[in-house]
């Protein structure tokens, strides 16, 4: 019943009617990532540039979406933070909605979801005005961008390479993501810089 009610409050995008190439997106492959401030769930104030010099994940999240549920209940998205996090990279999540919107939670029911999925991001952040969503371009949830410790925009997309809610196609996609920051790290181009996001639209 839960799914049913996700899936009714949810708008899906799985077309090409949102491009994340540098043609189409708010933010561009090798340019600056744009500075941002944003409270997290506890009120704290976090700014983009507060991270400088290390590996930044930016990750669209709306917990009600059946696509972010299906990479936070099968472990997927929980796992590669844990990853991240053990080499020094900054994740944040972003929520963009105004309170009410799908997927928007008080602190306390934040906190029951994130031990519930062992979500571990450095912080969850706040996005009601849309404001950093739209800097960015973000369409979906999730919707992933990485970013090198010199401030650069290194990838754009989907978290991986199959376009479905269904949990069983997470060991036979192609994990963008994790690609990504194996090459940042290493100090190499990423290979597949951009991807199509699929998922639920964010709540603008």
Known sequence: MNLIKSILGCTFILASTFVTNSGGAAVRIGEPAPDFVLSDIGGQTHRLSDYKNQIVVLEWVNPECPFVG???RSGNIPNLQKTAKADGVVWLSVNTGEPGEQGVFDAERHAAWAAA?????AAYLRDPD??????YGAKTTPHIFVITP???VAYNG??????SADVADIAKAENYVASALASVKAGKPVSKATSQPYGCSVKY
Do not use: E, F, N, Q
């Open 117 to 121: 999925t062992k979500a571990s991001p």
């Open 150 to 152: 010199a401030g650069l």
């Open 130 to 135: 849309g404001k950093v969503g739209r800097l």
């Open 70 to 72: 299906k990479h936070y």
């Open 158 to 163: 989907a978290i991986d390479s199959i376009r």
